[in-house]
């Protein structure tokens, strides 16, 4: 499994989105720690736990509960990746569905169980489903953004809805009708997996937006970029992305990030002990370099660092801190605001 990543299509779709609708892109980017710069090749890859930073900041900046709802609606597959265009290309939705399964990963790259497609279909009796497997990160941004895709992108070129009801396992929003306003059919909360259940003769419905040509050219590309993916990453980094991402959730678990990698506790313990690590030394590591970086950036008082990487209150953080590093966080930030302060002057 490689590292969790995103295709840095989807994350300037993102800020071009939320510029549009009245965010500031520039301060998007200092919260989120994603430069526009690496965005220029849509095709490069950006660490899922920036993007997922970038998801907050913009749901913050524009007041949208329902952000990732609304991105995934109205910013279609084709628009920000290979992916969706493979799949407007396909003859049939059947095949569109088959290019989804083998190049999904191409879009964004988790962790899905077995190791297999991020999305699969199943059947259930006389029942259609696109189920959504393995971890995704914390909350539940990329399945909304997902789902939202799967469900409205489909609406520009076919003539019948293609999907019957929808499934999160969110727990039930504020603006639950929302949902089902935008995605304009019943939506389930709570449920135990996510689904798009689907009619159960869409894969026979005609699709081909593009020649086949460019079916095949596309698929080629996406081929060669499959190849292209780096070799897989060590397993204490795969812990870390996933301490990144819910640290600041407080005292986190060792089960619940086994159940996050799809292994057992012991698992855990026994791949990282092979590392020659632990779990509770990767949590430590993980708050001290994402508080050092807090801090560095000037951006937040100790009291909101403390919460950030999962303190509980600003005294136990600052015991810690000193901890890691000799000094009170405090004392560290005036240290390093000094030496800035010292850089920008003039020579004498």
Not at 62 to 84: N, R, T
Not at 133 to 160: I, N, Q
Request: proline content about 6%; charged content about 30%.
């Amino acid at each position: 499994m490689q590292r969790a990543t995103i295709a840095a299509g989807l994350v300037a779709g993102l800020f071009t989105y939320a510029e549009r609708h009245g965010a500031d892109p520039d301060a998007l980017a200092t919260a989120s720690g994603v430069s526009r710069e690496q965005l220029r090749d849509p095709d490069a890859r950006v660490p899922l736990p920036r993007y997922l930073e970038l998801v907050r900041a913009a749901r913050v900046a524009l007041d949208d509960d329902a952000l990732a709802l609304h991105y995934g609606a109205e910013v279609a597959m084709a628009d920000v990746s290979i992916v969706g265009l493979v799949m407007e290309a396909a003859p049939d939705m059947a095949a569109a569905l088959r290019q989804l399964q083998r190049y999904g990963r191409l879009a964004v790259e988790v962790e899905a169980g077995d190791g297999g497609p991020r999305f699969e279909l199943e059947r259930l009796g006389d029942r259609l489903l696109l189920v959504e497997h393995g971890p995704v990160g914390p909350g539940t941004e990329l399945s909304e953004e997902a789902v939202a895709r799967l469900v409205c992108g489909p609406r520009r070129f076919l003539d019948r809805p293609h999907v019957l009801r929808v499934r999160l396992t969110r727990g039930t929003p504020e603006c639950a009708a929302e949902y089902e306003r935008v995605l304009g059919c019943p939506v389930r909360f709570g449920a135990r997996r996510t689904e798009i259940e689907l009619h159960p003769e869409v894969g026979s419905w005609p699709v081909a937006r593009h020649p086949r040509y460019v079916f095949g050219v596309l698929r080629e590309k996406g081929d060669a970029l499959l190849a292209r993916r780096p070799p897989p990453e060590s397993f204490r980094e795969r812990v870390e992305e996933v301490v990144r991402t819910v640290v600041h959730e407080g005292d986190l678990g060792a089960d619940a990030v086994a159940a996050r990698l799809h292994c057992s506790r012991s698992t855990l313990s026994r791949r990282l002990r092979a590392e020659g690590t632990g779990f509770r030394q990767v949590v430590d590591d993980v708050r001290r370099d994402l508080a050092i970086a807090y801090l560095r950036a000037g951006r937040t008082s100790v009291g909101e660092v403390a919460y950030l990487v999962g303190f509980s209150d600003a005294a136990s953080f600052s015991r810690t801190f000193r901890r890691w590093t000799g000094q009170p966080p405090g004392r560290f930030r005036e240290g390093v605001a000094g030496a800035a302060s010292a850089a920008r002057r003039p020579p004498a």
